[in-house]
């Protein structure tokens, strides 16, 4: 008889939150803490990837009321020339930024990694960049860029080399996207890496040394292993960074032909703006928005599959 | 290099200050390690002292070659009046940048600081549940629910408010997980002998947890507002009415029209971009700090 009702009470709703009063009050106390944070990101981060999935299915300018359209936005993006336009700049622009990015991180980090003198003072230069917002980096590297007047152009041409249309030539605006892109990228890989550095067990090294390993030897067999979760992080973080440039093209293409002449440095998200806010088609900015998601889900995705083969984790709990 | 492979392979009995030595560079390459670090030093500050030498040349000298990075006629003072009279109303823009950050960074510091201890502290039915569905958002790139976002903010009636620049913003996840790490640092047995003691969990949190997370919470700070002063995008969509322009969104207007001059977008930037330098070098212990935690797995 007691064991039933036992189980009974077990199974009521009282027990739900603890089996102790004191349990109880503090699971309450509990969902009262978390209660705030939680709702506020549901509503105005969930509510909206909800929304992307209805609105990316209809036509909408935003005034009239929404038509169903099922995948007519999804049929429309394969067979928009400028869509994927937009996502091969942006696949160069990862291609561009991402390696070059994580090795320029590697290399200062592991430069500034020995003992040297005014380490934290080239530790903060290098930093520096990442406190500066995109869009005033963007407008000083628009003005290092430009054409006749540039500081670019003036230096080279002391090596002979001819004055150059960065920002308007379509073969060349990436460029100058990719280095504000990296520029600001670098100091803050730079940490990480550093962060990583520091966790590698000083014994190894040692170990290392007292079999008689050269530098070279002692960077490939224990630095990069023991640094590749830093770098499988970086890669991650930059991969998804630079899907996302938006702030430079905006800034950088805004004098001389918005999104780069002839759409030579629209990127996707810079699409998606251009679609939404200033063409009013909510619903395919939607579409573009949710096909952007699955992409970089899918190289997120691609990458943890991958890291398999060439991340090194240690077995110990940290 | 040379100098390790020189060495007999094994010597069992070396003592730790000559392994020490031996992974020292020699001479030379130190001044080639000191060479390189300069180098990039000077490619990575060269944009600052280009945006400083520019915002300080009065217009003639601008255009002018060979250029020169010391103005031969400084007008700094010049240029932040040109400036002011070229934008619509750039202290306005400074202010509403500063409310933006203010406000967000309060906001969050209360309501994750809250959330971050119920969750590193206190059981309860759907916690790992819930935790786990604040960390997928963090996988959600903010591009993707522009449209949405700016629909939702639309129809709450917040467009060109100040409410839409600050309470999104005023959660975060990155915030609730960097807190919640900082709070698990703390040793149980302070906050159980305050709960002893008759604190409740309000108490506990403002007199043990926050004063024992202070390096925790100046990263927290900076970060954020760093992020918050820097924001273009969001603004740019929900608030770019003349009452609600953030400064990004200011500048970016100069440098829209054609006929802005250089000199006076280079102090726009340099205005711009002053307090968060300044912030940095001053901070720069907590700016480091959060962005090492921010890389720490799991």
Not at chain 1, 40 to 69: D, M, Q, R, Y
Not at chain 1, 103 to 112: D, E, P, Q, T, V
Not at chain 1, 198 to 225: C, H, K, M
Not at chain 2, 31 to 44: H, S
Request: hydrophobic share 50%.
């Amino acid at each position: 008889m007691a064991t039933q009702t036992d189980l009974q009470s077990t199974w009521s709703p009282k027990y739900l939150l603890g089996r102790t009063p004191l349990s109880r009050r503090r699971a309450l106390w509990g969902l009262a803490l978390v209660a705030p944070n939680t709702l506020g990101l549901l509503f105005f981060f969930g509510i909206p990837v909800v929304l992307s999935f209805v609105t990316a299915f209809h036509e909408w300018n935003g005034i009239k009321p929404p038509i169903f359209n099922g995948l007519e936005n999804f049929q429309t993006l394969l067979n928009d020339p400028k869509f994927w336009q937009a996502l091969g700049n942006t696949l160069k622009l990862v291609l561009i930024t991402v390696p070059i990015g994580t090795l320029l991180s590697l290399s200062i980090a592991i430069l500034l990694n020995q003992r040297l003198h005014g380490r934290s003072f080239f530790r903060t230069l290098y930093f520096l960049p990442v406190v500066t917002s995109t869009v005033a980096a963007s407008i000083v590297w628009a003005w290092i860029f430009q054409a006749h007047y540039g500081l670019l152009n003036n230096l080279l041409a002391g090596f002979g080399l001819l004055d150059l249309n960065w920002l308007t030539r379509p073969d060349l605006v990436l460029i100058p996207i990719a280095v504000v892109t990296i520029w600001q990228r670098v100091g803050f890989y730079m940490i990480l890496f550093l962060a990583g550095l520091q966790n590698v067990p000083r014994s190894l090294y040692e170990a290392a040394l007292i079999d008689g390993a050269t530098r070279w030897q002692r960077f490939r067999y224990i630095t990069v292993p023991m640094l590749s979760p830093t770098t499988f992080l970086i890669v991650v973080l930059s991969v998804i960074g630079s899907f996302q440039i938006f702030d430079q093209v905006f800034i950088m293409t805004a004098r001389t032909a918005a999104g780069g002449v002839g759409g030579s440095a629209t990127t996707l998200s810079y699409y998606l703006y251009q679609k939404g806010f200033v063409g009013g088609e909510f619903g395919y900015a939607s579409a573009i928005g949710l096909a952007m998601f699955a992409m970089m889900l899918a190289v997120t995705i691609f990458q943890l599959r991958l890291q398999r083969r060439w991340v090194y984790y240690e077995s110990t709990d940290g | 290099m040379a100098e390790s492979t020189r060495r007999p392979a094994r010597r069992l009995a070396d003592a730790p200050e000559q392994v020490a030595r031996r992974e020292e560079f020699s001479p030379a390459m130190r001044w080639l390690i000191y060479g390189i670090l300069i180098f990039g030093a000077i490619i990575m500050f060269l944009p600052f002292i280009w945006m400083v030498s520019s915002a300080c040349k009065p217009q003639a000298e601008i255009n002018i070659v060979p250029m020169t990075f010391i103005p031969q006629n400084v007008s700094c003072l010049q240029n932040v009046t040109e400036l002011y009279e070229n934008s619509e109303d750039f202290n306005r823009n400074l202010l509403n940048t500063a409310i933006m950050t203010i406000g967000r960074t309060l906001g969050q510091l209360i309501t994750c600081s809250l959330a971050a201890y119920g969750f590193a502290r206190f059981q309860f039915p759907g916690r790992s549940v819930l935790f786990a569905l604040c960390l997928g958002l963090l996988m959600i790139p903010f591009q993707a629910i522009l449209i949405p976002e700016y629909l939702l903010i639309r129809s709450l009636g917040w467009r060109n408010t100040f409410m839409a620049l600050i309470v999104p913003g005023a959660f975060s996840v990155f915030a609730l997980f960097l807190l919640r790490q900082a709070f698990l640092q703390i040793p149980l047995e302070l906050e159980e002998a305050a709960t002893i003691d008759g604190a409740n969990p309000l108490q506990v949190l403002w007199y043990v947890t926050l004063p024992l997370s202070i390096p925790a919470l100046a990263a927290f700070a900076v970060i954020t507002i760093q992020a918050a002063w820097n924001d273009f995008l969001y603004p740019l969509v929900v608030a770019n009415a003349e009452e609600t322009r953030v400064v990004t969104i200011g500048i970016s207007l100069l440098q829209g029209q054609r006929d802005t001059p250089w000199n006076l977008l280079m102090m726009g930037s340099l205005i711009a971009t002053l307090p968060m330098l300044v912030l940095f070098v001053l901070l720069q212990r907590y700016f480091i700090e959060g962005v090492s935690m921010s890389g720490v797995k799991r």
